[in-house]
């Protein structure tokens, strides 16, 4: 079957708020960079078109119906995928593997600084008849989920609440290398305690802050793209995606959603040993232990030891493992279904050499991992890499 | 003896409507979607807006195939061009589609029909308009084709909306 490859990446800057643009707006802006950097025209181009949004978080019903316009889709095959955008990227994969189409747009977005009730929009995620009572008795926010996880993963593993907190130091650092996250901070682990108990044992500033922001892929079979371009092509070399069961106590500690999505990209990307194979890692850290958790769920460590790594320095630019360079979610913020493309765009940009001040040396390999978010264990896990 | 007599009635799979009471006495949860959203109206809608206050219609054009989007937008679908210039349109319009609305909200039928339809407006094109309700005439003078003009609020109470323009009534000669 012909392979597939990233011919194009755009997206704006991750800010806290865009009152200065409509969803469309900031969707087009990100797609003229991506249709920029790929080279071609979407009126002439592009077979097809995939968003990947939730009518909840948008406020629209059927909100697809709101997509083409803006991507340069209208007349066109265009679908709504009800998941992440790595999520989308798997549709586009399969539209493009099939034969159907040679050349497919996948976009996400967050306009979550115009949903003015969040907590309760994720709230409306759990169970309505044994869970949702329960939080609307006495008004909790929904995020006491993240503190129930995280205290079976301390639990199970070992780890230690200082090791979650590096991370959060961590990444905030990291993010000031990357001109799209606004989040970036200098802050020491003083900080992370003095933030307070959220939801024990997860500290305040261990949450990653919401952000607005739109993200364009362009993906095209190998052979059309190398009549487009001359640059060295990114290859997409497998994907997978996993849904644990929605029952809050039956969830597993070890974040198997990620692990079994994993398994699926790894196997079709032949990657056998991750720690050895894979040269930049970018997995969902919304809450700092979920790092941790998706390092060791994806075979990067052993159940325990991710905390170990991060403790001693080894999970970054300058570390064995090259992980959430970009910043994460804690530099660039809760981007809703769009994270996960964001965590893919990081990846591309280091396989190409783009990645400026936090570029990898030669990087060949690269993993982008996603998880839905509260309260749901839905992941998805891509393997990018350089052929050439 | 039918194989159907043989097991009693034959199975209606309408069945039988629920009433009101009965649906209340069925193990259920009652929940509100408390969803609340502010959307920003963007660019090109924010500017559409303000002029509303001022009595005026604008649209944006694109230069590339030359049409003026009313509604305005930043950029043409058509195209996937940047439009480039502001246009101001005398507001006098053209119907394009109607019907006549004999149902309200709640499904009840209403004595006084609502006009609603779509207008396109002079010096833009007839698929860019947009929807609004006609008045000052009888329900069978509504025809499309016909030449129409927008009643506008008085100044002091608009706000910036679609309903700053009360309706659509016939043009003047
Ligand atoms: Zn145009």
């Known amino acids: 079957m012909r392979d597939v490859v990233v011919l194009g990446v755009g997206a704006t800057a991750f800010t806290s708020q865009t009152p200065e643009v409509n969803w469309k707006e900031l969707m087009y802006d990100a797609a003229v960079k991506a249709y920029a950097d790929a080279q071609i025209d979407p009126r002439r181009d592009v077979d097809s078109f995939i968003t990947c949004a939730e009518d909840f978080w948008e406020g629209f019903s059927i909100f697809d119906e709101f997509t083409p316009d803006q991507l340069g889709a209208v007349m066109r095959p265009m679908m709504t995928v009800t998941g992440d955008g790595l999520q989308g990227l798997a549709n586009a994969y399969m539209q493009i593997k099939t034969g159907m189409f040679n050349i497919v747009v996948v976009e996400a977005h967050s306009k979550v600084s115009e949903l003015l009730t969040y907590e309760h929009v994720v709230e409306m995620a759990f169970d309505p008849i044994y869970e949702r009572p329960l939080s609307a008795e006495r008004n909790v926010h929904p995020y006491y989920v993240a503190g129930l996880e995280m205290n079976l993963y301390l639990h199970a593993t070992g780890t230690t609440e200082e090791q979650c907190a590096f991370v959060a130091v961590q990444n905030r650092r990291q993010a000031l290398s990357n001109p799209l996250a606004p989040y970036g901070a200098r802050i020491g682990l003083q900080e992370i305690y003095r933030s307070g108990y959220a939801f024990s044992p997860l500290k305040k500033w261990e949450i990653a802050s919401r952000a607005d922001g739109s993200i364009v892929f362009v993906l095209a079979a190998e052979e059309i793209a190398r009549r487009i371009t001359k640059k060295p092509l990114v290859y997409l070399e497998g994907i997978g995606w996993s849904s644990e069961s929605p029952w809050i106590s039956a969830r597993s500690a070890d974040a198997g959603y990620a692990r079994r999505a994993a398994q699926l990209a790894y196997r079709q990307a032949g990657i056998t040993d991750p720690r050895r194979q894979i040269d930049v890692i970018e997995v969902e850290d919304r809450f700092a232990f979920k790092e941790l958790q998706h390092l060791e769920a994806l075979g990067f460590a052993r159940p325990g030891e991710a905390g170990w790594l991060a403790q001693s320095g080894a999970l970054g630019l300058d570390g064995e493992l090259k992980v959430n360079l970009s910043g994460g979610s804690l530099g660039c913020g809760d981007l809703l279904e769009a994270s996960a493309l964001q965590r893919a765009l990081e990846i591309v940009l280091q396989l190409r050499g783009e990645a400026g001040a936090r570029q990898v040396p030669n990087a060949r390999v690269g993993v982008a991992q996603s998880w839905r978010g509260l309260p749901h264990g839905t992941g998805a896990v891509a393997v990018f890499a350089r052929r050439d | ?173």
Not at chain 2, 57 to 73: E, K
Not at chain 2, 115 to 126: E, K, R, S, Y
């Open chain 2, 1 to 173: 003896m039918t194989k159907k007599d043989k097991f009693g009635p034959p199975f209606n799979p309408r069945g039988k409507p629920l009433e009101a009471n009965e649906m209340e006495k069925i193990p259920h949860i009652r929940a509100k979607a408390p969803a609340k959203y502010a959307w920003a109206a963007g660019t090109a809608m924010s500017r559409f807006l303000e002029e509303l206050k001022n009595g005026k219609i604008i649209g944006r054009l694109c230069a590339q195939c030359d049409r003026v989007l009313v509604p305005p937008r930043m950029f043409c679908e058509r195209c996937f061009k940047p439009t480039t210039e502001w246009v101001y349109l005398p507001g006098t319009a053209v119907v394009e589609t109607f019907s006549i609305s004999y149902i309200d909200q709640n499904a009840n039928r209403i004595k006084e029909p609502i006009l609603v339809g779509t207008v396109a407006f002079d010096g833009a094109p007839p698929d860019c308009g947009i929807m609004h309700y006609f008045g000052e005439m009888k329900p069978e003078e509504l025809k499309i084709g016909m030449p129409v003009e927008p009643v506008w609020k008085p100044q002091n109470e608009r706000v910036g909306s679609i309903l700053d323009i009360k309706y659509f009534r016939p043009r003047k000669k």
